[in-house]
């Protein structure tokens, strides 16, 4: 059988990948790509991969996720749909002409949380998306051409799209400078006042957690479609802020404020963007742990906390 292919290997998601997949399927060879190795807005060298390898999955986290400047600047926003959008299509189109499966990370950002007055989560695979900001509806755009280029007579061979929410890893992301939680710590250290928005309920996911999941459901050779995978129970922004500071014995200067005093150019899904991973479960996949115990492994492992 064809070996699993990691795009975006270099990444905090993508790193952790290549850490669990050997350990979760022993018998897959994995081959990580970083971004010197693929170019995935170059169709042609994509296929030319996608030829020496001849995967049976590809699964791919990389992503331009820069979320308020895909907002306000229209070069970034290009590049969003870009890479996120149509970049995704042609990497699902070769995986079908060459008999892979690809995987496809996506987001929480995919829908609304309740602020156009629609349903708030916890949202299930049904659910339907509204996006609210540029990043988001990027997203979508390519879960929607992922589907344009999925065999529909072989559900056993489509494409998986799988959504997660507020990652956080030990390898950091480039694109964002580190995580939050980094980035809390780091302030808190600094001496600064820290203001962390309250009115946004989510689930910070440990990106190991997350690959050992995606590592259990690529085990299932899962039917195609949507899954949702994230850690469990659910949390602000500011209260995730309270714990990591508590755990950490530090007591900083932290206010609770609302998503308009914050003022970020991009709309968050608020207030309640949570995912229900309900199809994983159902096939069997075990839950990830709950965020609380998942902040705690990651402390251990950054050496914020004695092991």
Same mark, same amino acid.
Request: some cysteine.
């Given at each position: %059988? ?5 795009? *975006?290997?270099? *990444? ?15 018998? $897959? ?15 042609? @060298? ?21 979320? /308020? ?6 070069? #970034? ?16 189109? #070769? ?20 602020? /156009? ?6 949202? /299930? ?6 996006? %609210? ?98 850690? *469990? *129970? ?25 998503? #308009?005093?914050?003022?970020?150019? #991009? ?11 309900? $199809?994983?479960?159902?096939? @069997? ?23």
């Amino acid at each position: %059988m064809g070996p699993i292919l990691v795009v *975006g290997a270099s *990444g905090q998601l993508g790193s952790d990948l290549g850490r669990v997949l050997p350990e979760v399927l022993p018998d $897959r060879r994995v081959i990580g790509l970083a971004r010197a190795d693929l170019d995935i807005t170059d169709p042609d @060298g994509i296929e030319r991969l996608l030829s020496v390898h001849t995967p049976r999955w590809v699964l791919n986290t990389a992503a331009f996720h820069r979320v /308020d400047d895909i907002e306000r600047d229209p070069e #970034a926003t290009r590049q969003a749909f870009l890479v996120n959008a149509a970049a995704v299509h042609h990497l699902a189109r #070769a995986c079908t002409r060459h008999g892979a499966r690809l995987l496809q990370l996506s987001t929480d950002y995919v829908f609304s949380g309740g602020q /156009d007055g629609g349903p708030t989560g916890p949202y /299930d695979e049904e659910a339907v998306p509204a996006p %609210m900001c540029a990043y988001g509806l990027s997203k979508l755009a390519g879960e929607r051409l992922i589907r344009l280029a999925t065999r529909q007579d072989r559900p056993g061979e489509a494409h998986v799209i799988v959504r997660s929410c507020g990652l956080y890893g030990v390898a950091g992301s480039a694109g964002k400078g580190g995580n939050f939680v980094e980035t809390m710590l780091r302030m808190a250290r600094d001496g600064k006042s820290i203001r962390v928005v309250d009115d946004q309920i989510t689930t910070p996911t440990y990106t190991l957690d997350l690959a050992e999941g995606i590592a259990r459901l690529v085990a299932t050779n899962p039917p195609g479609g949507v899954y949702h995978l994230s850690s *469990g *129970g659910a949390c602000s922004w500011y209260e995730f802020a309270r714990r990591i500071f508590a755990f950490c014995g530090l007591t900083p200067s932290l206010t609770p404020i609302t998503s #308009a005093e914050f003022g970020a150019p #991009a709309r968050r899904p608020s207030p309640n963007g949570v995912l229900a991973n309900s $199809r994983a479960v159902a096939l @069997g996949v075990t839950p990830l742990r709950p965020w609380p115990e998942a902040l705690q492994a990651y402390l251990r492992a950054k050496g914020h906390l004695a092991a």
